[in-house]
């Protein structure tokens, strides 16, 4: 069954350091996410991305976060000068269309910042 | 705000018996909602969805029920298994394809 891979599975960083974390969606979607889970709470919305933009984001998603499809594959999220409040899981995930359409979560990225 | 959320944060249930996990949700404009399950570790698994114009949807062992009326969201497993012990999230659509989840409800089931 395709699947959403992510890497790393887990990256800790010192404090002010940038962090890339890597997705490569399912093949035939056309619609990627990038979700975050601080520890103990709920999955929250952070950038949705399609046709080569962003195509809405949350306002957690500051100038801090960036999003690129460098190529075909892969999809990524940048954390600059990561925070200690950036620790948290980092799920990719994609869908085949827009609203309404199911969508499939990789096994997450997490991200400890010391 | 408009928000999803769930009534018990844990239930406990014997195995073999069926487990009910409930949501409520807000926002009357939602139209496409889904549970997912996440086991420790790992990321949220899709289970099962329902689209607004629809109030019952099964799965394999699993069934969802949508009333708009109440605005109420809920899971049946049917013949509950260890293998079912997990958090179960709801989530609705909010805006284009932008997921709101709940606070997750935590299903551990007794051998």
């Known amino acids: 069954e395709p699947e959403v891979t992510q890497t790393p599975s887990h990256q800790v960083t010192q404090m002010g350091q940038e962090v890339i974390l890597r997705c490569v969606p399912i093949?035939?979607?056309?619609?990627f996410y990038w979700y975050r889970q601080i520890l103990g709470q709920k999955v929250e919305f952070l950038v949705s991305f399609y046709n080569n933009e962003i195509s809405e984001k949350s306002e957690i998603f500051d100038d801090q976060f960036s999003v690129e499809r460098p190529d075909g594959s892969n999809f990524t999220l940048k954390i600059r000068s990561t925070k200690l409040e950036d620790s948290a899981m980092y799920f990719c995930?994609?869908?085949?269309?827009?609203?309404?359409?199911?969508?499939?979560f990789g096994e997450g990225s997490w991200l400890t910042v010391v | 705000g408009e928000s999803v959320g769930l009534h018990l944060p844990t239930l406990s249930v014997q195995e073999g018996d069926n487990s009910i996990i409930n949501c409520a949700y807000s926002n009357s404009a939602s139209d496409y909602f889904i549970w997912y399950k996440q086991e420790s570790g790992k990321g949220p698994q899709f289970i099962i969805d329902i689209r607004s114009n629809m109030d019952k949807r099964q799965g394999q062992r699993v069934t969802v029920l949508l009333n708009k009326t109440v605005k109420h969201l809920s899971l049946q497993i049917a013949a509950t298994q260890p293998g079912d012990s997990a958090v179960y999230f709801c989530?609705?659509?909010?805006?284009?394809?932008?997921?709101?989840f709940g606070k997750g409800n935590q299903v551990v089931v007794i051998p």
């Open positions: 995930a994609s869908s085949e269309s827009g609203a309404g359409n199911t969508i499939y």
């Open positions: 093949s035939n979607h056309l619609y």
């Open positions: 989530a609705e659509t909010e805006g284009n394809n932008r997921l709101a």
